[in-house]
Structure formats: C-alpha cells, structure tokens
C-alpha cells in the first residue's frame, strides 16, 4: 500500500515517431505518479502507448516533451556514476525475457552478478541470497546451475523478475510479465509480488492489456488509448464503475470469473505467510 511518498513522477511526457512519412503520437501529455509502496496497473489495448510510456518513465527512451523525476530529481540533471546509481533503484522487466537474459549464463551467476554488485556478499551468504530470491519468484535451488537458454519461457520470466529484485529496486516496471505462464501460474506469481511488496515497500508498474488480473494486483489503474490518458482511479472503482468506453471494451473482454480483488489477495498473502 502507497504511503504517499512519489518515487516516481512523469511530467507532460510526450514522444512520437515518423511512421510512412508523417510524425506518429506514441504518447501525448501524460502525467503520472507512482508511489512507494503502490501497485499503478497502466492498461489499454494494443498500440496504445503503454510500453512506450512505460521506457520513458525509465528513461529507456527520451522524451519529446515532458520531464521525468526520479526520488524528486529530474532525470535530465542526472549525470555519470549518479545516474547509473539511480538507475539501478528502477528495474524493468519485459516481455520477453529471453531478450534479456544471457542464454550461456547459469541462474546463479546471473543472479550473483546483481547481488555481489549491490551488497558484496560472498560464499555462504552470497548462496543464500540467490536462494531466497529464486523461492520469491517460486524456483527452487535445482534451477541455479541452469543456463537461460534451457529454461522455458515461464521459468525464464520468473528468472528475470528474480535478477530485477536482486538489486533492491524501489520501483519495478512489469511489462506484460504473466504472458508466458498459465492462469494459475500467474496467479501464484502475483501473490508472491505482493508479499514481496509488501515487505519491501516496492513500488510496481504492471502494465497490460489484460484486465483479468487488475483488480487482484492493483491499487490504481490507467487507462490508455491513442497514446493519450483517458482514465485514471482507484482499481476497485473503476472496474465496478468504468467511465470510458475504452475501460467498459477492455472489461467486456474479460470472462466473468477472471477479476480478482486485491483485498483478496492480501488476505490470501497474510494467510499464507501465517
């Protein structure tokens, strides 16, 4: 749950591409916040911008327009050691994990690198860390003498959500992250996030076109379309009470049983940490 502090903040952001001859909108003056400890659910349909605002929020990507803050700094005033420091506290994880995982490096060493990185654990301890971090994402320890390459598109997404919290993020941007796992695994790996979450107070971007797994994740969603914001609000609110049509098309693709809630889902955490 947000504790009102904003680590991370778009201004005005806008960004556009040349497409067949003419200057393509990908974003147009979004604005938004994610605060430490929140889970901001950004959802559209295909082609909406999604992903692109999401790179830009982690200056993957420049901005045409707007400014991007990070802990209350404006990215564009970051240089050098400063801004890879920084970096390093917004973790995103894609997609397709396969693209950025190293196919000839076992689950240990990848992880290893990160922490050894960030804490300078060796030995004995440096084991145990790995081992905690592949039990958060729902691996056992039979997965770190395995190479990327040998691992199935699910293990590999969970691999790669395991290496972004081994630097101790404070943000995590979680792009289409569950595409590669079925219904239960999905739901198995969110209640994991959660209680991640909720012991480290990390702040989580998810961004989908699904809204079958919103309401389970998410304190607030966004709703995009045509690279522009068009809702934002509490997700128990607008999944019960959706004001755009956009939102109302996105939940009428959703079957009747496949909207969690949250509060359910914190319960299931608390029960299930005892």
Known sequence: MSDGV????????????????????????????????????????????????????LALERCDGGRVRWNGVAVGELRGRARRVLRRRFQPVFQNPHASLHPRMTAFQMLGEVIRQEECLRGAALARRVGGLLEAVGLSARFEPRLAAELSGGEAQRLAIARALAARPQALLLDEPFSALDPMASAALVNRLLDWQQRAGIALLFITHDLGVVGHLADRVAVMECGALVEIGPAAQILAAPRHEVTRALLAAVPGQALFSRSASTRAVAAARG
């Open 6 to 57: 904003c680590v991370l903040e778009g201004v005005g952001l806008t960004r556009s591409y040349r497409a067949g001859g003419r200057r393509v909108a990908a974003v147009r003056d979004v604005s938004l916040a994610l605060d430490r400890g929140e889970t901001l659910a950004l959802v559209g349909a295909s082609g909406a911008g999604k992903s692109t605002l999401g790179r830009l929020l």
